[in-house]
C-alpha cells in the first residue's frame, strides 16, 4: 500500500503565500504523475497542477503564473508553491499520486489521495 502525507495547509491573508508539501511512502516501484487538487463543499473535485514522470507540468489556468509546482523524484514528494492567494483558492487540498505496484496480487498503475489539507485565504 502507498500513503500520502500532505502538509503546509493553513490561514492566510490575500497576496499572501502558502507551500504545501506530500511525500509518497509504502511500497512503491515507480510513481507515474503526482499532484494536487482542491474542492469546495458540494463542488467536484478540481486539478490545480500536476507534473509527469518525464517533468511536464499541467497547470490550472484558475492559478497559472500564481501556483507553481515542483517533484523531488528521489524523495518521492511533490511540493505545491501558492503565491498571490485570493480568496477563491479557500479549498481542501487534495494530494493525488499515480503509482505502480501491487495491489491484491497484480501489479498496475494504481491512483491514491492524501487526506486533504485546507487552505483559507482571507479578504
Known amino acids: 500500500q502507498v500513503q500520502l502525507v500532505e502538509s503546509g495547509g493553513g490561514e492566510v491573508q490575500a497576496g499572501g503565500s502558502l507551500r504545501l508539501s506530500c511525500a509518497a511512502s509504502g511500497t512503491i516501484f515507480s510513481i507515474n504523475h503526482m499532484g494536487w487538487y482542491r474542492q469546495v463543499p458540494g463542488k467536484p473535485r478540481d486539478l490545480v497542477a500536476v507534473i509527469t514522470k518525464d517533468r511536464s507540468t499541467n497547470i490550472a489556468e484558475s492559478v497559472k503564473g500564481r501556483f507553481t509546482i515542483s517533484r523531488d523524484y528521489a524523495k518521492n514528494t511533490v511540493d505545491l508553491q501558492m503565491s498571490s492567494l485570493k480568496p477563491e483558492d479557500t479549498s481542501v487540498y487534495y494530494c493525488?499520486?499515480?503509482?505502480?505496484?501491487?495491489?491484491?496480487?497484480?501489479?498496475?498503475?494504481?491512483?491514491?489521495w492524501g487526506q486533504g489539507t485546507q487552505v483559507t485565504v482571507s479578504s
Open positions: 493525488n499520486a499515480a503509482v505502480f505496484g501491487f495491489r491484491g496480487g497484480r501489479y498496475d498503475l494504481y491512483d491514491y
